[in-house]
């Protein structure tokens, strides 16, 4: 895992050498990148996978420890979720490849997504595999899914290829794997020269009843949590 800061762009890169897996180490390591990228004054900010994975979603091996430790890794990830979508800089996602579960729920926090091209999925698979989507992410989905596409991706865990992941609004546009760095930082100094203090701002403003139902089920969640282990 790398930060690196290019001019005034923050290149946040996600890179376990495996799957990409949301843990504490990668949400550590993302939440640390992003307070330097703001002590940095980085004008925009790029959240990149590694080479045909942008992440695979949550670790499962942290629910093997127990419902404490799977709470806590929960708890953690959706609280990146609310923070990513209200971050005041431009955030570009560069999906690399697969965006599995929270990994596409990554994408639909960022401002502007470019996927690569390729024999890549996108998907939301809670229904497939027994689970309820909590109203924190149904909030998310509302907001930037397409409309057109809500049955087929939250309820029915349509399995998307990049092209069809832009219909149904995971990505806004899709390139060749060996342009995805360079697309991704054209776009990010293009955003970077708009008043951040606006752009903020603004984005603040489109997001805030969002913002605050999720922060809201994420309190709800930390508070039944403390109840049950007290």
């Not at 640390?32 to 703001?38: G, I, R």
């Not at 929270?102 to 024999?119: E, K, Q, V, W």
């Amino acid at each position: 895992m790398r930060y690196e800061l290019l001019e005034n762009i923050a290149l946040i890169t996600i890179d376990d050498g495996k799957a990409n897996a949301v843990g504490h180490a990668l949400l550590d390591f993302t939440n640390e990148s992003l307070d330097k990228a703001t002590a940095d004054g980085a004008a925009a900010v790029i959240l990149q996978g590694r080479e045909g994975l942008f992440s695979a979603g949550f670790d499962l091996k942290e629910f093997e420890k127990g419902m404490e430790a799977g709470l806590s890794m929960v708890s953690r990830g959706f609280e990146l979720l609310i923070r990513l979508y209200g971050l005041p800089q431009p955030l570009i996602a560069a999906c690399t490849g697969h965006g599995v579960a929270l990994g596409a729920f990554i994408l639909l926090a960022c401002d502007t997504r470019i996927g690569a091209r390729g024999d890549f999925r996108i998907t939301l698979p809670e229904t497939r595999i027994n689970m309820e989507l909590p109203y924190l992410l149904q909030a998310l989905c509302a907001d930037r899914l397409s409309p057109n596409y809500m049955t087929q991706a939250v309820v029915q865990s349509q399995v998307f290829s990049p092209e069809e992941a832009i219909k149904a609004g995971f990505l806004d546009r899709v390139v060749a794997p060996e342009e995805l760095q360079d697309a991704a930082m054209t776009t990010a100094s293009e955003l970077a020269q708009l008043p951040q203090k606006y752009y903020g701002a603004n984005k603040r403003f489109m997001r805030e009843q969002t913002l605050s139902r999720m922060q809201l089920e994420l309190d709800k969640m930390r508070a039944a949590a403390t109840q049950h282990s007290a």
